[in-house]
């Protein structure tokens, strides 16, 4: 077996053990070089990928590697420099998911220079294994502000600490350097309104100047500019201009890059040669933790049965952990006395329902459709094409998944019998389980439904 073979055979066992992100950032441009007396040596794209896999990945890969090639002693991490390689200019067509803006309200003491929350900082991120890689590359981008990891990338679901984490970057390093960098922030939203703006009144000019006189450019929510073709062209631009001159780029979305065709077709080369980290559902450890920040900041307390429950109870947004744990203090507040179990169940049960509860089997079917790039009667119709059996199933999937409702109801929705419907439910449940990039089809699914309606 070759350097090369023994490599992709490596790679392919790491990628089963490492979240899609992480596996793209470390190990995508990474090969194997050579060996020498049982020292591998293994070339990376950069310093911050070399010391990650140095501390957390080393053991793991030397286990691999000896389980093909006995003589495997000690790896040894190499940086090779590769420049990005030039942009391609090719015009690809506008295909975005729309997706509901999301309400940003929290509107108190943002400094109007840099339109940053004071709020956010690393210090009170709380770091677990979901978003342990996007708190280091945003720890290590204070270090190298447009240098190394330009641009980073970050992408989640709703409520998952990516809004926290990318104004939190801006702070820090408006803080550490004193004033001398200058970091800007904005939402896709406002730079689609500024964009629209200007060009109404003719202002082009001072709409560039505006976005490139800053050192660090902070853009949350990048896909809600999907399919407004002249903003794209101005983000596009705008990038372009704020990179080649070295100044940091800072995106996030709620989709990987490659999920976001055009921008991703126009700044492949410069992804590459960036840094993307995802942030996943907190583990409980870490929603308690959390919710014990909370309650520190905030001096208050609560039994700790009841954290329990609230960790227990919410598991997939933070925002809305948050959110109900304010409700419980409140309530607590009111009565001036400690809740009990059966009170902070009531309170739980109605804020998830109400969450849940505003999601029709219509929106499910739409929300689909959209995902798929098809029409809802597509997926109700009796054609067998074979494009539509996975929209189907996964629709019958989401139908029990998240409305509980019974299989021969949902039989009766899409004109199937219900033995296909418990058929296909299982067989969703299994491909979720065993298929990550499957999973993350489901996840982006019901994070647009969930958007909608928060
Ligand atoms: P997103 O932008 O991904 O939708 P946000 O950054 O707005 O999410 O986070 C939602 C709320 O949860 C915010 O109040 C944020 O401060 C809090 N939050 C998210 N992640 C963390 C974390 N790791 N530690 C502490 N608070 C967090
Ligand atoms: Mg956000």
Redesign the pocket.
Known sequence: MDLNQLWQLTLSEMEVQLSRASFATWLKNSQLVDKREGIFYIALPNNFAKEWIENKYQKNILGIIRNFDSSARKLEFIVTNQEPKALTRKQVEVDFNKLDT?AGLDLVKIDPDTNLNP??TLD?????AS?ELAHAAASAIVHEVGSKYNPFFIY??????????IQAIGNEIKNYYKGKLRPKYVSSEKFTSDVVWAIRNKRMEDMKKKYRDCDVLII?DIQFIGGKEKTEEEFFHTFNALYENNKQIII?SDRPPQSIPTLEERLRSRFDGGLTAD?SY?EYE?RVA?IK?RLQISNRQLPDHVIDLVANSIKRN??EL?GVLNKILFYQEKKGTEIDKKTAQEIIEKSTQSFLGRITDDQILKAVADFYHTEVPNLIGRSRKKEMVEPRQVAMYLLRDILRMSYPYIGEKLGRDHTTVIHSFEKINQEINKNSPFNQKIIMIKESLYNKNQ
């Open positions: 999301q709020r956010y009170s991120f709380i770091v677990g978003n989640g679901g709703v409520g998952l600490g990516k809004t926290h984490l949350d996030s942030i907190p870490m959390i920040n933070i925002r948050e």
